[in-house]
């Protein structure tokens, strides 16, 4: 295969934006891409779950499309380029690496990720006052969000002390959700389960758990093993017809034959 080069990469997606290209692709704005972007985001993510060399490699391909088309989106109205977005990630990650770049080693991964945020930090403008929150993009999923909020509370000070006191949290939060139950009333109900998985959240965070991560192996653990019971069943009959009683004893045997 050819080896092929940024710019051309770059060429190409000029050459679909333009009049003679794709229809499809000069319909396109930067808020109609978000969705591909994202996709392709968690596709890189899945491959990597996978261990696939092959589709990673892929969908690292197709993620950089998007950023292509997004740069590219940018240069036709006249506020960046490409060109312009490289030397701009190069100087940034010199500038956060000082540890690398410049006579000041860390002694390992936390000094290192401390001089990070402090040059970030040094980077901020501080004319006016501002949310620590305010670099945690609102369309984050739920949960990784709420990771990463409580992420930087916690180092100014606001976090408990020991995962008991967490735990006493979490219990006191599913107390209040199963009070709502008994109220009945789903305004409070939508709100106590929210603060109970909030709590949750936190509780991953202080012990250092990647909570969308371990959600989304327990998400496909449950897939694995629900297909193993409608597998089963359908050998027999359709699935709708089978009994919970049925289905509950095949989940018990799932999770014993089948690797977690």
């Known amino acids: 295969m050819a080896t092929i080069e940024l710019k051309e990469l770059l060429s190409l997606m000029e050459r679909l934006r333009s009049s003679d290209g794709c229809p499809w692709d000069r319909e396109q704005t930067l808020h109609s891409l978000i969705p591909f972007l994202i996709e392709e985001a968690y596709e890189v993510v899945e491959a990597i779950e996978?261990?696939?060399n092959g589709k990673l490699q892929e969908e690292l391909g197709d993620l950089l499309f998007q950023i292509v088309f997004l740069a590219q989106m940018a240069k036709e109205k006249g506020w960046f380029e490409m060109k312009d977005?490289?030397?701009t990630l190069h100087d940034k990650m010199v500038r956060r690496h000082p540890h690398v770049f410049e006579d000041k080693p860390a002694k390992n991964a936390k000094e290192a990720i401390s001089r990070w945020q402090a040059m970030k930090e040094k980077e901020k403008v501080k004319d006016k006052e501002v949310s620590i929150f305010e670099e945690v993009p609102h369309q984050l999923p739920a949960i990784m969000r709420a990771q990463k909020i409580t992420e930087k509370a916690s180092k100014?000070?606001?976090d408990?002390?020991?995962v008991a006191d967490?735990?006493?949290k979490v219990e006191e939060e599913i107390?209040?959700?199963k009070d709502a139950l008994k109220k009945g009333e789903?305004?409070?109900i939508e709100e106590e389960l929210g603060d109970t998985l909030f709590a949750m959240v936190n509780l991953g965070r202080f012990l250092e758990i990647d909570v969308?991560?371990?959600l989304r192996k327990a998400t496909n653990k449950f897939i694995t093993r629900f297909d193993y019971i409608t597998e089963k069943i359908e050998k027999k009959k359709d699935i709708t017809e089978a009994s919970l009683e049925e289905m509950e004893e095949l989940w018990e045997e799932a999770k014993a034959n089948l690797k977690r």
Do not use: A, R
Request: charged share 30%; no cysteine.
């Open 175 to 177: 107390g209040e959700f």
């Open 166 to 168: 967490i735990l006493e």
């Open 186 to 188: 789903k305004v409070q």
């Open 212 to 214: 969308e991560h371990s």
């Open 85 to 87: 977005i490289i030397p």
């Open 156 to 158: 100014v000070g606001f």
């Open 50 to 52: 996978l261990e696939d």
């Open 160 to 162: 408990w002390d020991n």
